[in-house]
């Protein structure tokens, strides 16, 4: 949760990050949060988190740094873990009474060969290194100090914050932590007792359980499969009516491409079908040639006997239909008759 108050109080209960369900903030929430504020004014940062990213964490402490006017971090509860790396930006660290902080590793979950589980040590070394430095810078602390600290999980109330010198200031009180925001302190490895009994008893460490509908939610929800279906189809209506413009403008193309086909202007009902059932150009013309392909071939006609040969080509010639074999006509004197009759003309 991230609030920016009227009074210039930014408020970072929750966890760092989008990574715990839905509590939490983000780095840019905190960037936008500030520059509404003011970039010369000053501010007021009110922190109650168990930790969460700590990428997420170095990018919020960067904004922080860069913020042009003096930031005081308000510890009202708990800065674990990233949400402490988060307060070392700020000028002012005050530890409210009560107030815990902690400040330990990187750690992540990582799987793989050897060699990738050493590559991974590698890198949570690097990082470590890197925030030692930050909480090194704040506290006035060597680097190397500041990563003993780190190795050794150290829980701090905020008379012991500000002697290791992470916070500037504390509120004299007893230290109860039952006002906490809901997170897994179980997690980490020394968390004080009564934070571990807090979170199992309040069941942070368990994912939440949904929220049961009220009574007004399961009259509204479907019973029957009709329902069901008619809701189905009155979201598909919307939809369609939502880009109406746009569907009727690609069915038109689509129609275009798919009436140029020859195998579609054999059977254009066909190709309407194919259209409407909502296939595109190539699952159509896929389609067509795979009927051709599947046509069955014509069957052969049956070859004629030798008397229905005869006859057919008698007919054909324009002779008589018979089956005796046709004498010729001409004579031999006629042909020679004809000749002469040409020579003469």
């Not at 409210?96 to 979950?109: C, D």
């Not at 990738?116 to 190397?144: C, F, H, I, V, W």
């Not at 699952?283 to 006609?301: R, S």
């Amino acid at each position: 949760m991230l609030i920016n108050n009227r009074d210039g109080q930014i408020f970072m209960y929750g966890a760092v990050g989008d990574v715990f369900w839905e509590e939490g903030f983000t780095a840019m929430q905190v960037v936008e949060a500030l520059a509404e504020h003011g970039r010369d004014k000053d501010v007021t940062v009110r922190m109650d988190s168990g930790g969460g990213d700590p990428l997420t964490a170095i990018a919020i402490y960067n904004a922080l740094r860069a913020h042009d006017g003096k930031v005081t971090v308000q510890i009202d509860a708990m800065s674990a873990s990233a949400a402490s790396l988060i307060a070392m930006g700020a000028d002012e660290r005050v530890m409210k009474a009560g107030a815990w902080m902690m400040i330990h590793e990187p750690s992540t979950g990582r799987w793989g060969t050897a060699q990738e589980l050493k590559d991974g040590a590698d890198l949570l070394d690097m990082q470590a290194d890197e925030y030692a430095k930050l909480y090194a810078k704040a506290s006035g602390k060597t680097n190397e100090e500041a990563r003993e600290v780190m190795k050794a999980e150290t829980w701090l109330t905020g008379e012991t914050a500000v002697e290791a010198g992470f916070a500037t200031s504390h509120d004299a009180g007893t230290a109860s932590l039952m006002s906490c925001t809901p997170f897994n302190f179980t997690m980490y490895s020394k968390a004080p007792k009564e934070l571990v009994t807090m979170a199992r008893s309040n069941k942070w460490d368990k994912e939440p359980e949904p929220t049961p509908l009220t009574q007004e939610e399961q009259t509204q929800m479907p019973k029957t499969d009709e329902e069901i279906a008619q809701m189905v189809a009155d979201a598909e209506a919307k939809g369609k009516a939502n880009g109406a413009k746009e569907g009727v403008t690609a069915y038109m193309k689509l129609q275009k491409q798919v009436m140029e086909l020859p195998q579609a202007q054999k059977q254009p009902k066909l190709a309407e079908s194919f259209m409407t059932d909502g296939m595109d150009f190539e699952q159509i013309k896929a389609k067509f040639d795979l009927m051709e392909d599947n046509e069955p071939a014509p069957t052969p006609l049956p070859l004629p006997s030798q008397s229905e040969y005869n006859t057919m080509r008698q007919t054909g010639a324009g002779l008589d239909n018979t089956d005796k074999p046709q004498q010729s006509t001409m004579s031999a004197g006629s042909i020679y008759k004809k000749r002469r009759e040409l020579i003469a003309s």
